[in-house]
């Protein structure tokens, strides 16, 4: 038996950076409806916002072959079906806060990664990114459409290396529901929320006992307020 890769550490957290206001009107009612019903929509590739998204190269022997047309092509539909969300190890990177959560007025969810794939489809793979200075190559051999698209939407390059980041890959476009309501474990809310997005959000987690934290912004440096308490009230006993 051949020696396989294997991955034996993992994060313990995966964030979620998400903007609440866009192109469609009702974005920030998704978003929300997103966590309170437990989801994470997964789009197609050339939704994401690099260009470079689903490039790759091919082998000489590769293109010399009979079946280079249909292989690529087979590849190409692979790639168009797939659906894939976006996850970072990180909570606190400024240019992510800039660019997926609207110039810091969205915000950014924390998964326990545990919790999450426990409840999760086996359909679902989770997968880490890898960065390169070339596009991923496609050789002739046995490997299917589908696992050549994987690789493809699995790879990017090193400039985007500080992202840190994972991807759900899913077999077809859509939402991926989760079962556990424990599997979101904070969410965080950007500096520059507007005032109506913070009080629906805060209103509409705290019976979920999610904690919510606002971004502090100080000179240089962000934080996030402390985890508020969630008090229970208890039934006073009569005498």
């Not at 390169?132 to 496609?138: C, G, V, Y």
């Not at 390059?157 to 079962?179: K, N, T």
């Not at 520059?192 to 999610?210: D, G």
Request: hydrophobic share 35%; proline share 5%.
């Amino acid at each position: 038996m051949p020696a396989e890769i294997k991955a034996y550490a993992r994060p313990r957290k995966l964030y979620r950076y998400r903007a609440l206001t866009g192109d469609k009107p009702d974005k920030f009612r998704k978003e929300l409806n997103a966590i309170v019903q437990g989801h994470i929509y997964c789009p197609s590739y050339d939704s994401m916002n690099d260009p470079m998204e689903g490039s790759h190269r091919e082998s000489a022997l590769l293109k010399d072959s009979v079946r280079y047309h249909r292989t690529i092509a087979e590849v190409q539909r692979a790639i168009d079906t797939l659906g894939i969300a976006s996850f970072s190890e990180v909570m606190d990177h400024e240019p992510m806060w800039a660019h997926y959560a609207k110039n810091f007025s969205g915000i950014c969810v924390e998964y326990n990664v545990k919790r999450l794939l426990d409840n999760l489809g086996d359909e679902n793979e989770l997968v880490r990114m890898t960065y390169s200075e070339n596009a991923p190559m496609l050789y002739r051999d046995r490997e299917t459409a589908e696992n050549r698209a994987r690789m493809i939407l699995s790879c990017k390059s090193v400039r985007w290396a500080s992202e840190r980041e994972w991807r759900l890959i899913r077999p077809d476009i859509g939402p991926s529901p989760y079962s556990s309501k424990t599997a979101v474990t904070s969410v965080y809310l950007g500096s520059r929320i507007s005032a109506e997005h913070e009080a629906t959000v805060r209103s509409e987690l705290r019976p979920l006992k999610i904690p919510v934290r606002k971004m502090e912004v100080d000179t240089y440096a962000i934080a996030f307020e402390a985890k508020r308490r969630l008090t229970v009230k208890r039934p006073t006993r009569k005498s």
